[in-house]
């Protein structure tokens, strides 16, 4: 199957780690993959922020550059999630509505795309740890879905899920709502922080680099011993 | 006092809400207590079928009325007046409370009660009233407790008082009504009932909201668990009811899906204690029933949301269901909005009513997590709304700047790949003087405020594009 | 009532027919909804589980459920009598009650029938009342919950301001949910009929989670409630 990788710009500039590892589980399951070169960012932090106009000059770029793309895979529930939105940023320019309207359509976040699309729930990973997740937002909302990421955790060996109260509260991220309203933002990934810490768990896992940055960043602040790691990371271990 | 609440700018109020641990703790207790039963009555509710069916009839019975909001006005006023009922309609809140005041001055009333309704207090008809020397008595149990406080707010549109505790409201109510009991709320429940069981039987008005007004018959209809709107609508001679121009519904059948969609997502009750239906009297008069029955059809700016993409905002049936499940209101409550329309529905409705220069902040005081809109019974798209009033707000030119100009460069950066090349070449560079150990803990310009409370990460070493292109050749390799 | 006023109607509806950017409607027809959840609820449940159900829901709310027979019916509503603290009692002014072979009970027990002619007389009967006794017309299963159509005889305030307030539901009145109702209401609308200026839905006692959301039972309304269910009625 081919696929092309939007790999999005936090994992570009920040998370190469994860990136790989969704590179080499794709790889696994017989994908081939491309890297559109054209991509850049999906521009929710100007669509969010109000700047629709700014929001749109992100969307026509990225659009052309997974037009002829087969399958579009993200390891981002939020970024997925926009490319949704780009048919609704061009109501009054058909061509570029319908060009938005194909690429939403074939668009996945990861796990969605192994469990949904792929069809595999084992992986054949091993990581020995106890761990929570949280579920993301807008994967959860936006993208609605809730079950791949915990179909596919299930089935790692060794791994130990625990549940995280209040699990469908936000991070407090929001993008740029985590720089505008510093001091609720605080207040809500100090509860989630909380929430985790109080699951015992070693490993925080999430699937989306957004709330992975604030959170992480939240804990190294505050010098907590728990690791926060992608999914891709977690499914692409044998160890 | 109307629909603001208090004077102090937006990220003030937010400060003194941070501070009240109080109130944060009974907010998120309340969240938590009323999220369960919600869902339990919602979703988690065989005997309902699937309650994915009830939102899509609510929102459609929401849609058509609101579409054809002039005839099912005329359709209500209609049937009203026909059965001997008064209908005004009020373009503004003074408009609204001039009508009012000029009944109460006509029947030279000195004394009104009222049931809970958020209209009423977005009119501030409590203050007008008073200025012609008429009283009015909130009757609610959690209004009246607001009321003996003197000018406190509502702080959520279901349970006004959530953000006060027992032995606050035991204090006041020492205070300013001569009560001597204990902080148990069935005392002071009791404490409230004994006052108010004689005001009702003497007051000269009753004044309600109005949940659902029914086109086809002329009808109130109103939801209760006190069992006050009963009181307030039996005994005075004269009714009034206030009513958001949007509240009303074709038809009993519809009321009937829009009362168990409210019953539900307000406290996840199967109904209501009380579903209270008055329509004017025809025929020889009853002893408990009011003589005189007005209803104030009411405007006050939401007509401006009328044919735009706000329209769908009007189909709120003020269910609260967004607050409960809102994030941010968790942590900073009601009164850090500064508007009596709190949470989500208080972010899209208050700037509609009031103005992006009151309240134009407030959509953003959302992380848009999309519990809102997950939540609402009538599928409003509310952090939709909450995007497109930011929209309007850059648009019109109230967006700082310096945020604007950020937004450009992003904009540009965005859609050339070659810029945003050199800069995720650059970037490891660029951060390298703020790294320590693996992240950034003081980082320069817009990134400081990031770092405020967060590490911010150090940018990978490694060139992403590069490793995927040598990965590449290595996968050609080895074919 | 007086004769109807209508104040401000053409520019206001003008106003909003602008804003919708079209001319104003005078005829509109409710579509036929695409989604109708609400008439399936318990359409497949016989009556006596409708019944059971009733039942339950009340005491789910805290109402004293006594299921009865036509027989036994006076010894019940006597027994309530006593338990629920006896005179002063007041009922509604409703011709069921004779129906139904409670003159007898009512009289002996000194009951207040409401009497529209008395005037504000019933008013200060009721409030001072221990027990109010009414016929619930149509009662909703799925709830609990009782429904008045009330009037200048059938007084709401007999189910309003007693301490208790005791429904007798003959069994036939049950129906699955308010859904039934409101169709009703509906189809008396259509055929031109008028209804009645007061619907009440009664479902127990009244009570208030304002305080702390502690849930307290008796606020302005009743603080009891009782269902006597006529099984053979
Ligand atoms: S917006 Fe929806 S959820 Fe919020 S109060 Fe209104 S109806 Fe309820």
Same mark, same amino acid.
């Given at each position: 199957?081919?696929?092309? @990788? ?19 589980? @794709? ?95 084992? @992986?054949?990973?091993?990581? *020995? ?13 936006? @993208? ?50 909380? *929430? ?44 | ?479 | ?233």
């Amino acid at each position: 199957m081919k696929i092309s @990788l939007f790999v999005t710009c936090l994992g570009e500039l920040f998370y190469q780690e994860a990136a790989k590892d969704m590179v080499e589980v @794709l790889e696994r399951l017989g994908c081939e993959i491309d890297f559109p070169r054209g991509q850049i960012c999906c521009g929710q932090p100007a669509y969010n922020s109000g700047y629709r106009k700014d929001a749109q000059k992100a969307a026509k770029q990225m659009i052309s550059a997974f037009e002829s793309s087969e399958y579009i895979v993200t390891p981002s529930g939020s970024c997925a999630g926009m490319f949704k939105e780009y048919p609704g940023l061009f109501q009054d320019d058909a061509t570029w509505h319908e060009k938005a309207q194909k690429v939403a359509d074939k668009t996945y976040e990861f796990t969605q795309f192994i469990v949904n699309v792929l069809g595999v729930e084992d @992986l054949g990973a091993v990581y *020995h740890a106890k761990a929570t997740y949280h579920t993301s937002c807008h994967m959860m909302r936006l @993208l609605k879905e809730t079950e791949s990421p915990f179909k596919l955790l299930n089935n790692v060996e060794g791994l130990e899920l625990l549940p995280l109260e209040n699990s469908y509260d936000c991070c407090g991220f929001g993008g740029t709502f985590a720089v505008k309203m510093v001091p609720i933002s605080e207040q809500m990934v100090d509860e989630k922080v909380r *929430h985790v810490e109080e699951t015992g768990a070693d490993v925080l896992i999430t699937a989306d680099g957004g709330c992975l940055m604030n959170i992480k960043g939240r804990i190294d602040r505050k010098g907590k011993p728990i690791a926060v790691k992608h999914i891709a990371q977690i499914l692409n271990s044998r160890s | 006092m109307a629909m603001k609440i208090g004077e102090k700018p937006f990220f003030d109020r937010v400060d003194d809400a941070l501070d009240d641990t109080f109130m944060r703790q009974s907010m998120a207790n309340a969240q938590d207590g009323l999220r369960g039963k919600k869902i339990a009555a919602t979703e988690g509710d065989e005997a309902i079928g699937d309650w994915e069916d009830w939102r899509s009839a609510g929102e459609e019975i929401r849609r058509h009325t609101l579409e054809n909001l002039d005839y099912y006005l005329e359709q209500l006023s209609e049937n009203f007046a026909k059965r001997g009922g008064h209908v005004f309609f009020a373009e503004t809140a003074e408009e609204a409370n001039a009508y009012i005041q000029q009944v109460a001055k006509k029947k030279n009333a000195k004394n009104a009660t009222k049931a809970k309704s958020m209209v009423t207090e977005e009119i501030g008809l409590n203050e007008a009233l008073a200025d012609v020397g008429c009283q009015v008595h909130e009757t609610d149990l959690a209004e009246y407790i607001l009321q003996a406080e003197e000018g406190d707010r509502p702080s959520h549109i279901v349970v006004p008082s959530l953000h006060k505790n027992k032995s606050q409201i035991r204090d006041t109510l020492k205070e300013k009504a001569g009560y001597s009991g204990t902080d148990q709320p069935e005392e002071l429940t009791a404490f409230a009932r004994s006052q108010l069981r004689d005001v009702f039987m003497n007051a000269d008005i009753g004044i309600t909201g109005c949940n659902f007004g029914v086109a086809e018959t002329g009808s109130v209809s109103l939801v209760t668990n006190e069992g006050n709107a009963n009181m307030v609508t039996s005994y005075p001679e004269t009714q009034i009811s206030v009513m958001g121009m949007e509240r009303l519904v074709p038809t009993w059948e519809d009321l009937d899906v829009m009362v168990n969609l409210l019953s539900r997502s307000a406290v996840g009750q199967k109904i209501t204690t009380y579903v209270t239906n008055v329509t004017p009297e025809v025929g020889p008069q009853s002893v408990d029933g009011p003589k005189d029955f007005h209803l104030v059809i009411v405007d006050g700016g939401r007509s401006k949301a009328l044919g735009t993409e706000f329209q769908s905002a009007l189909h709120c049936i003020r269910c609260a269901a967004c607050v409960n499940v809102c994030p941010v209101y968790r942590h900073i409550g009601g009164h850090a909005y500064g508007s009596i329309y709190q949470g989500p529905i208080g972010a899209v409705l208050s700037p509609i009513l009031g103005g992006y220069e009151e309240y134009g902040e407030l959509p953003y005081a959302s992380s848009l997590c999309a519990a809102c809109t997950e939540a609402c019974p009538v599928k409003i798209p509310l952090h939709e709304q909450l995007i497109r009033h930011r929209q309007i707000y850059v648009e019109e030119g109230y967006a700082d700047k310096s945020e604007q100009a950020a937004m450009t460069a992003f904009g540009i950066g965005a859609s050339t790949p070659s810029l945003f090349k050199i800069a995720t070449k650059g970037a490891p560079t660029f951060a390298k003087p703020f790294v320590q150990e693996g992240s950034i803990s003081n980082g320069p310009g817009p990134m400081k405020l990031w770092t405020k409370i967060r590490e911010f990460p150090a940018p990978g070493k490694e060139n992403f594009r590069k490793w995927f292109k040598e990965h590449k050749k290595g996968d050609s390799r080895n074919e | 009532m007086s004769k109807g006023t209508i104040h401000n109607r053409d520019k206001f509806l003008s106003h909003i027919a602008d804003r919708l950017g079209r001319e104003r409607k005078t005829d509109v027809s409710r579509p036929d909804w695409e989604y109708q959840p609400q008439w399936a609820v318990y359409q497949e449940k016989t009556s006596d589980e409708l019944c059971a159900l009733f039942n339950e829901n009340s005491e789910e709310k805290g109402t004293l459920v006594l299921e009865t027979t036509m027989d036994q019916l006076a010894e019940t509503v006597e027994y309530v009598m006593k338990t629920y603290g006896g005179s002063p009692m007041v009922a509604t002014d409703d011709g069921r009650f004779a129906e139904f072979g409670l003159t007898d009970v009512f009289d002996e027990n000194d009951v207040h029938i409401w009497d529209a002619e008395l005037g504000e007389r019933n008013i200060e009967k009721a409030k001072q009342a221990n027990i109010g006794f009414l016929f619930s017309d149509v009662s909703l299963a799925e709830s609990g919950t009782i429904a008045q159509f009330n009037d200048r005889n059938i007084a709401r305030s007999v189910s309003l301001l007693p301490t208790t307030y005791a429904a007798i539901i003959p069994r036939s009145t049950i129906v699955p949910r308010m859904t039934q109702v409101t169709a009703r209401i509906h189809k008396q609308v259509e055929e031109g009929e008028n209804i009645s200026p007061y619907i009440n839905f009664i479902t127990g006692p009244s009570n208030s989670a304002d305080i702390e959301m502690n849930m307290v039972v008796g606020v302005h309304g009743p603080v009891k409630a009782v269902h006597i269910v006529i099984l053979d009625a």
